[in-house]
């Protein structure tokens, strides 16, 4: 076995100097090869790690270690400005908590051991639990904060290597609702929008999006439009985002299907239908008419809690612009009925001819900093490079480009996240491997949460970090390198694929992600499977072949260097195509990526709320961001003083006046949130931005997911975050309870 010495191959490498990247031809193991310098100390540029916007940072460079950061003054995204979190994304990876050196439980606790105890110790349990329980008894769930050459290197060696079925990422909590809007109306992941269509658009709405928080360097490029445009707001609560529009809209929670179907209602009184184009690239608009014509108005107007008038309004305000654009982000995918309100937007953009043109479309805002890589070359739920499982031309032609057997590729795709854990319980799951993600914080309903966890066999958990909630109850911990000590490249909200780089050096013994699955694929007996991926740069390569054809066709790409000097570039550049924009739309052309080149209306009547508020629980609960310097469960933004210092370090609930004059409790007071599911404690804030009824959490704390109702879209599988029934009374007489922190190790390996 060549293990041991591909392990010293790589704990050398992973030790050469930055600025640095891996020649293509392997040596004699195809691992630990010699490093080349590709760009000189001084300034090196690198996407930023955290949000979907994509914004192009750079490093000063010292002695070949990054010392600071800025935003890059010129480029394509974010145009000279960052975040409070891209200013600090050195500073998170100095944290005493690091993850420096492999972890195995023995003895019921987590030990420091060596690589290759912890890389045989995960083989000898994957492959005893395989052996026993068959290929669906492992499952992997990964991220949308690695790399697109990691993602797609995880996704081959678990499902081409390993053997697993089913895998799947928590993109699954943010995009796929999104994704399945997509290829439902338009025929593949495909937001058609560029960033200049922030400054372009004449009238903008925003549903369920509070860009002023979550996307802040796009705000900054919605306030350059030039054009005065009118701005509206969608959204039970009163955001940042809302008290800087034109016009908000405070649609009860979850009433935005109904609320959109009666706009679209209001559009056809106005004959403000562009015919021609619906005529030539569309399909299914007389059923959807049929079908406005059929629901009952009053129960539309009753689920939006809005007076005709209003809605009126914000048709007649689209019908007049000239150029409309809509905007979404977790407001409408974390929902029990997201993907039809997702498509409820695409088919005002269609029936007005809003898509396609600059300023206009249906534009979906990306959480992750990956999460369209992860979409559409993670291998989870679709076959690299947005292929189908179940089709077996497309098996055939991804095992031919990747030189493997055919038999090798699962014929049937993964099941979705919940589904996964729904498996665990039922007995057939018994092993989970967790790669950049915090589910023991993030996931919906943690006390049923925690209880999928406990009835596993294996946990294994790859992270930067050994404190995260997941970590904590893992039983093997491979210590991860985190963004700026890698090299990669991220695809952003509007398809743009840029690079990121290796800017210092992992800590102690942490690996590449990308060099952790070389590493495993060894010990697993498959790296001959996998010569080829010696490098981020050789599997881009691979990747670039297996787009060839697909609608994110990117063949025409020639390599990091050429994303490199052109700053980002955005799919599809195809083979021959010469990069003339650095702004470049889908559908321009009208033809659509369903087989008819047509896109699609799709619809369903609004369903009522899983859980609705009663005489118990009279409250409805929504969630969300928080602020612009935290970031999902605070793994990462929580090892920064800065940061830390921008945010409220305790969870809050926030209380419109009125209910907290009933409730005697003023900003400050410790106040019971109570649901199905748990009770916490946490602070009020009394606040106007949230109406009588409804309270607000962000999801940046534990306690948030502890309250969350399981429920799911039924389309894209996606967890509906944001409406749930709670109970809240003032803490006063209560006494503070000590956290019991989740524990599943009354034995292990």
């Not at 994704?179 to 400054?199: C, I, M, N, Q």
């Not at 025409?556 to 083979?575: K, N, T």
């Not at 599988?717 to 007489?733: F, Q």
Request: aromatic content about 8%; hydrophobic content about 40%.
């Amino acid at each position: 076995m060549t293990s041991l010495p591909i392990l010293r191959g790589l704990l050398h490498t992973r030790s050469g100097p930055l600025g640095t990247e891996l020649e293509r031809s392997p040596g004699p193991s195809g691992i630990g090869q010699v490093p080349r310098r590709l760009v000189p100390e001084g300034l090196m540029r690198s996407a930023c790690g955290f949000c979907g916007t994509g914004c192009v940072l750079e490093a000063h460079m010292k002695d070949g270690e990054a010392v600071n950061i800025a935003p890059r003054a010129e480029g394509h995204v974010n145009l000279g400005r960052a975040c409070p979190k891209g200013w600090e994304a050195l500073s998170v990876l100095e944290a005493p908590d690091r993850a420096t050196r492999p972890l195995v439980r023995r003895q019921g606790r987590l030990r420091e051991t060596s690589w290759d105890d912890a890389a045989r110790t995960f083989t000898t349990e994957m492959k005893a639990i395989l052996d026993k329980h068959g290929p669906e008894s492992v499952a992997f769930l990964s991220t949308g904060q690695i790399p697109m050459e990691e993602m797609a290197f995880l996704g081959a060696f678990a499902k081409f290597g390993m053997g697993l079925v089913h895998g799947d990422g928590n993109t699954r909590q943010c995009m796929a609702t999104a994704v399945v809007a997509h290829k439902r109306s338009l025929g593949f992941d495909s937001p058609p929008f560029t960033y200049a269509d922030f400054e372009l658009a004449k009238v903008m709405v925003f549903v369920g999006a509070n860009p002023c928080l979550a996307h802040p360097i796009l705000w900054e490029r919605v306030l350059k439009n030039p054009h005065d445009p009118t701005v509206v707001v969608i959204d039970p609560r009163r955001t940042e985002t809302a008290m800087a529009a034109t016009e908000h809209l405070p649609v009860a929670p979850k009433g935005d299907l109904a609320l959109l179907y009666l706009v679209a209602r209001r559009l056809l009184e106005l004959e403000a239908v562009d015919r021609d184009f619906v005529a030539a690239h569309t399909e299914g608009f007389d059923a959807f008419v049929s079908f406005l014509a059929e629901l009952d108005e009053q129960d539309l107007l009753t689920r939006t809690g809005l007076p005709r008038e209003r809605i009126d309004g914000l048709a007649e305000t689209i019908a007049t612009g000239e150029r409309v654009a809509f905007f979404w982000t977790m407001g409408v995918n974390q929902s029990f009925e997201g993907v039809r309100v997702a498509q409820a937007i695409i088919n005002i953009c269609l029936m007005t001819g809003n898509i396609g043109r600059p300023g206009t479309g249906p534009c979906s805002l990306t959480g992750q900093a990956n999460a369209m890589g992860s979409r559409i070359f993670s291998n989870t739920t679709n076959l690299l490079g947005g292929r189908d499982f179940q089709n077996p031309d497309h098996r055939a032609h991804v095992a031919a480009e990747l030189g493997i057997p055919v038999g090798r590729i699962p014929a049937q795709p993964s099941d979705a996240y919940d589904q996964i854990l729904e498996s665990v319980l039922s007995g057939r799951t018994k092993a989970l491997w967790y790669i950049a993600t915090n589910p023991a914080h993030s996931w919906i309903s943690q006390p049923d949460f925690r209880d999928v966890l406990g009835r596993l066999d294996l946990l294994v958990v790859q992270d930067m970090y050994t404190t995260t909630e997941t970590a904590e109850l893992a039983d093997i911990v491979l210590p991860a390198a985190g963004w700026g000590e890698k090299d990669g490249t991220f695809i952003n909200s509007e398809r743009r694929i840029q690079r990121i780089r290796k800017l210092r050096k992992a800590p102690g013994e942490a690996l590449a992600d990308f060099h952790i699955f070389q590493l495993l694929a060894e010990y697993w007996g498959v790296g001959d499977l996998f010569r080829e991926w010696s490098s981020p740069e050789a599997v881009f390569d691979i990747l670039r072949r297996l787009s060839g054809g697909q609608p994110c066709d990117f063949t025409g790409i020639d390599g990091y260097r050429q994303l490199e000097e052109a700053g980002g570039i955005q799919w599809p550049l195809r083979p021959g195509e010469k990069l003339e924009s650095h702004e470049r739309r889908l559908f321009e052309d009208g033809r659509f990526f369903r087989p008819n080149g047509r896109a699609l209306f799709e619809f369903e009547a609004p369903r009522k709320l899983p859980e609705a508020p009663c005489s118990r629980y009279p409250t409805t609960l929504l969630t969300g961001r928080g602020s612009t310097s935290q970031w999902h469960t605070q793994t990462r933004s929580s090892k920064s003083e800065v940061l830390r210092a921008l945010a409220p370090e305790e969870a809050y609930v926030e209380i419109n006046v009125t209910d907290a004059k009933a409730l005697r409790v003023v900003s400050g007071d410790s106040v019971i949130v109570r649901s199905r599911r748990g009770r916490v404690r946490v602070k009020a804030v009394v606040t106007p931005a949230v109406a009588p009824g409804q309270v607000f959490m962000p999801m940046h704390y534990p306690e948030t997911n502890q309250l969350t109702l399981a429920s799911f879209d039924p389309y894209s599988r996606e967890p509906s975050y944001k409406a749930c029934a709670v109970h809240l009374e003032s803490a006063a007489g209560h006494p503070r309870e000590a956290r019991r922190p989740g524990s599943r190790h009354d034995r292990r390996i």
